[in-house]
């Protein structure tokens, strides 16, 4: 049986916690968050128009994060891949992140996409048509290959055409229910690709993944001065949200003309791009992956660009990238993708 978005009675996702009172305005700035302990006490909260909602709501933690920890204590290593601004191939980047992490068949991977109202990962993976099982363990997720699996929203909606029109508590609780309800087994990496911005999805991956341990994040930007105007957003999201910065990686990073192998700059580092970006706030660079037109036909035709095009200037970039994760994550790069198994495909 495979859940649906049609169901006449859908699972409940009104919140993503449980004891969230429903808010009248925006949380402010300096808002200590409308389930703490202080929520409507603090000086911040003077003022405000939830000021009495939240004083009078129940506080405590969610009771399904003992849930959540136990479903995911099989997983080892749960990366984000965040970049604040669209458009700059994050998903792309995050489907070829697991093709690498992949290649090397000890590992087993899964990516979660919590982009609800733009579910573009089981179309790259090639996985569109695929729906959700259910057993007696829980969601099923679907397997791309061997030792790659997929979860998204895409998977429960009529037509590949239809909509998500949802405000953010709604989508909240699917998200909630991907953490909680998704038997993902035995996995070495969960990659969460993330929506555009620092809002109400980045809020709740953060809040349901906490205890159980996150890895770090991976920010994507491309080298113009526009895009890094968000990706300087994103780390501040990461800091105050109190996620570890993996790294920055500069996607579309210059193009090699396959007739003449010229490299043109398609968008230029106006300011330094990425890596002048990383040194000014003091997090690593992972690396440059270029622009190639064969990734978009790849992700088009649902296809691995890692396994297709192996000797690449973008695959050997990205086996660099997937390295230096290793090592940020205290691991060795060659356990987790051998040099071998990344050249083979």
Not at 45 to 57: D, E, K, L, R, T
Not at 123 to 141: D, Q, R
Not at 177 to 194: E, I, M, N, Y
Not at 290 to 307: H, K, N, Q, T, V
Request: net charge negative; proline share 9%.
């Amino acid at each position: 049986m495979a859940p649906s978005l049609e169901e006449p009675e859908p699972i409940d996702m009104e919140a993503p916690l449980k004891a969230a009172p429903k808010l009248i305005a925006p949380e402010p700035e300096q808002c200590p968050g409308p389930e703490s302990k202080t929520a409507g006490q603090s000086d911040a909260c003077a003022g405000c128009p939830n000021q009495s909602i939240c004083a009078s709501a129940p506080k405590g933690p969610d009771p399904d994060l003992p849930l959540i920890t136990a479903r995911l204590s099989t997983i080892k290593h749960k990366l984000l891949v965040l970049s604040g601004k669209g458009g700059v191939g994050k998903s792309t980047f995050t489907t070829m992140l697991g093709h690498a992490f992949a290649a090397n068949p000890a590992s087993q991977v899964g990516i979660m996409d919590t982009d609800i109202c733009g579910p573009s990962i089981p179309k790259m993976m090639g996985v569109e048509a695929e729906t959700i099982h259910i057993s007696n363990e829980g969601w099923s997720p679907v397997w791309a290959s061997d030792n790659l699996a997929v979860m998204s929203v895409q998977f429960m909606l009529p037509s590949a055409d239809s909509a998500v029109i949802w405000r953010g508590p709604k989508k909240n609780g699917l998200i909630k229910q991907f953490l909680k309800d998704v038997s993902w087994g035995p996995l070495d990496f969960l990659l969460v690709d993330t929506p555009p911005g620092t809002s109400d999805e980045h809020l709740s991956v953060n809040a349901l993944l906490r205890e159980s341990g996150i890895a770090g994040a991976i920010l994507v930007t491309t080298p113009q001065e526009v895009a890094l105007l968000d990706v300087r957003k994103e780390l501040d999201f990461c800091s105050k949200a109190g996620i570890r910065v993996l790294g920055l990686v500069e996607n579309m990073a210059g193009f090699v003309c396959p007739s003449c192998h010229v490299s043109s700059d398609i968008f230029a580092a106006s300011t330094g791009g990425g890596a002048a970006l990383a040194a000014e706030k003091g997090v690593p660079f992972l690396g440059r992956v270029p622009l190639d037109p064969r990734i978009g036909m790849a992700c088009d035709y649902g296809e691995s660009f890692f396994d297709a095009y192996p000797d690449s200037s973008a695959c050997a970039a990205l086996r660099g990238v997937v390295r230096r994760v290793a090592a940020e994550m205290g691991l060795a790069p060659d356990d987790v993708l051998p040099e071998e198994a990344g050249e083979d495909g």
